[in-house]
């Protein structure tokens, strides 16, 4: 059973700093694409970042610079860090895997495997 399970969101003040985790089991994780997506309240969802199974990195543009992503393979992790967050910035975050491909790809329907989602609260 693949499972993909978030955490780390919470309420911080603008400029503040969290750190999401993804804790993946089920399947060799090292081998694929993995990301998060947000989704705002009435807003659809957007790609925040992705890294690939080469540990190529890709950020949407209005998070270049603040968020980072990265993965620990020996503990089948996902992070992102947020840093200088904004209050549009909030969001319920998603870890995802794109399927079993190991490289990239910007659209929502490649990844098919979703967590559960974790809340950031800017305010």
């Known amino acids: 059973h693949v499972q993909l399970v978030e955490s780390g969101g919470g309420l911080v003040q603008p400029g503040g700093s969290l750190t999401l985790s993804c804790a993946a089991s089920?399947?060799?994780?090292?081998?694929?694409?993995m990301g998060w997506f947000r989704q705002a309240p009435g807003k659809e969802r957007e790609g925040v970042a992705a890294?690939?199974?080469?540990?190529?990195?890709y950020y949407a543009d209005s998070v270049k610079g603040r968020f980072t992503i990265s993965r620990d393979n020996g503990k089948n992790t996902l992070y992102l860090q947020l840093n200088s967050l904004k209050t549009e910035d909030t969001a319920m975050y998603y870890c995802?895997?794109?399927?079993?491909?190991?490289?990239?790809?910007?659209?929502?329907?490649?990844?098919?495997?979703w967590g559960q989602g974790t809340q950031v609260t800017v305010s």
């Open positions: 995802v895997q794109r399927g079993a491909y190991t490289d990239y790809d910007p659209r929502t329907y490649a990844y098919t495997l």
């Open positions: 890294i690939d199974s080469d540990g190529s990195t």
């Open positions: 089920g399947y060799t994780y090292g081998s694929f694409c």
